[in-house]
């Protein structure tokens, strides 16, 4: 029997000093002790550990201390307890899981890559861009989506503190009714259209961090965390910049010029 109170995670002494006072019934410390074959101060120790989980408990009669082992039955109870207790556990974990993930690194040098969902994703990419002691954000966004955005990122105050740190911005985006003016300080934009390039991510550029945001069906998003990754992200942002700003110029160019001569 002793292995078996062992597989309910009983060490050896508190396995033998339950069945000793199994069989005493009602007994003292130096009795329990005796029959288990174990000295008194251990066996005293080894009574309290089998008190918190319940196996035994005091009794007192006069002036005299025993302890009495409670029925077997108790055993089952204790397990049905603790086996709640790992599943209340288990589902702690699982909830935290994702967050665990997402700073899991799975060895030096590698990206660090961390994954959100739901509202916190903004809020995160927010405070993570603002921390990041950035002096440049390149962003590429759907403007159609702005609302959904802004009304996120309106509750951090983080066009208010980018501005504050003296963060500029470059933005190159999409909007199914066209250009519209951004009304934020510090900040470049550049129209590109949604039907040749259609955007459904925001894609955030900053220090050594690529964030991007999918906002089509349910929101989720990832901080990409890697020096290689962040400068070949930048350097296609550059090249996109760079054309379209080529093309805005010559199309701005060409409107002054059909003011002026009235086509």
């Given amino acids: 029997m002793l292995n078996e109170l062992k597989k309910i995670g009983l060490s050896d002494k ?4 339950y069945l000793a006072a199994l069989e005493l019934g009602k007994a003292s410390i130096q009795d329990i002790a005796k ?7 251990t066996t005293y120790v080894m009574i309290t550990e089998l008190e918190k989980r319940g196996l035994v408990r005091p009794l007192k009669v006069g002036k005299r201390n025993y302890f009495v082992a409670q029925s077997p039955d108790i055993i089952l109870e204790i397990l049905k307890k603790e086996r709640q207790e790992i599943e209340n556990r288990e589902r702690e974990i699982r909830e935290i899981l994702p967050e665990l993930k997402s700073v899991y690194n799975v060895a030096p040098g590698k990206p660090k890559i961390q994954f959100y969902e739901g509202e916190a994703m903004f809020e995160k990419i927010a405070e993570d861009i603002l921390g990041s002691e950035t002096k440049e954000i390149l962003e590429i966004y759907n403007a159609d989506l702005l609302p959904k955005t802004f009304s996120i990122l309106e509750k951090t105050g983080f066009d208010k503190k980018r501005q504050e740190l003296g ?11 066209g250009r519209f003016k951004n009304p934020l300080e510090m900040a470049e934009e550049l129209f590109v259209e949604q039907e040749k390039f259609p955007f459904w991510s925001n894609i955030f550029i900053y220090a050594n961090r690529v964030g991007m945001a999918s906002l089509k069906g349910d929101m989720m998003g990832v901080i990409i965390e890697s020096d290689e990754i962040s400068e070949t992200i930048k350097s296609l942002f550059k090249l996109a910049w760079e ?13 002054e010029e059909g003011l002026e001569t009235g086509i």
Avoid: Q, W
């Fill in 14 to 17: 508190e396995a033998k000093v």
């Fill in 35 to 41: 029959k288990a074959g174990i000295n008194r101060t």
């Fill in 167 to 177: 963060i500029k911005s470059k933005s190159i985006y999409t909007r199914t009714a």
């Fill in 243 to 255: 054309n379209r700003k080529k093309e805005a110029d010559k199309e701005e160019d060409e409107e």
